[in-house]
Antibody
């Protein structure tokens, strides 16, 4: 069955770089896109970016200068790197699969990981 | 970016009650509107895509409707497992954006 699971450090120092991994199973990264979404404590959801099935990427313009999404298809892993972290980047970080109806991809997230909490603090 | 406004932000309701959550976009989004449920443990479950299409496995008591800038999610008869947060999300244009959420609480 389709599964996604995020992993990474729970604590990051201000100004440092966050590195997260989303490990997927039950589908191929060459057939489906994967997204990163974050949720600050007690707040709503923010789309961060997408890595499409062909490896191309789209980023939220608010984060684009700090964010990079990549993948290793052989390991079924998607990576997030974001630099210059500040306290306002404290959030649960989630990866989610992009829906594909066999013809088109839609920004509808049909499977989600459980999320990983990242705290930015010294 | 398209702003999504959900109302109400919280809603006390009773078991068996019919409830409707509203979502308004800052501009027309051509029915490109999805709904998600987030449980207290943080688990996010997709419910409805393209305004009114039910995700496989989602109970038929959930339904979605709307057009233009105004959309809604209706639960016809609340079950205990329905008390959760609900988010709408538009995908008419990039970036995809979410509403602020509606917390459905037991009255």
């Amino acid at each position: 069955q389709v599964q996604l699971k995020e992993s990474g450090p729970g604590l990051v120092q201000p100004s440092e770089t966050l590195s997260l991994t989303c490990t997927v199973s039950g589908f191929s990264l060459t057939s489906y896109g994967v997204n990163w979404v974050r949720q600050p404590p007690g707040k709503g959801l923010e789309w961060m970016g997408t890595i499409w099935n062909d490896g191309s990427t789209d980023y939220n313009s608010a984060l684009k200068s700090r964010l990079s999404i990549s993948r290793d298809t052989s390991k079924s892993q998607v990576f997030l790197k974001m630099n210059s972290l500040q306290t306002e980047d404290t959030a649960i970080y989630l990866c989610a699969r992009l829906y594909y109806d066999g013809t088109y991809y839609y920004w509808y997230f049909d499977f989600w990981g459980p999320g990983t909490m990242v705290t930015v603090s010294s | 970016d398209i702003q999504m406004t959900q109302t109400p932000s919280s809603m006390p309701a009773s078991l068996g009650e019919r409830v409707t959550i509203s979502c308004r976009a800052s501009q027309g989004i051509s029915n490109y509107l999805n709904w998600y449920q987030q449980k207290p443990d943080g688990t996010i479950k997709p419910l409805i895509y393209y305004t009114s299409n039910l995700q496989s496995g989602v109970p038929s008591r959930f339904s979605g409707s709307g057009s233009g800038t105004d959309y809604s999610l209706t639960i016809s008869s609340l079950e205990p497992e329905d008390f959760a947060m609900y988010y709408c999300q538009q995908y008419d244009s990039s970036p995809p954006t979410f509403g602020g959420g509606t917390k459905l609480e037991l009255k």
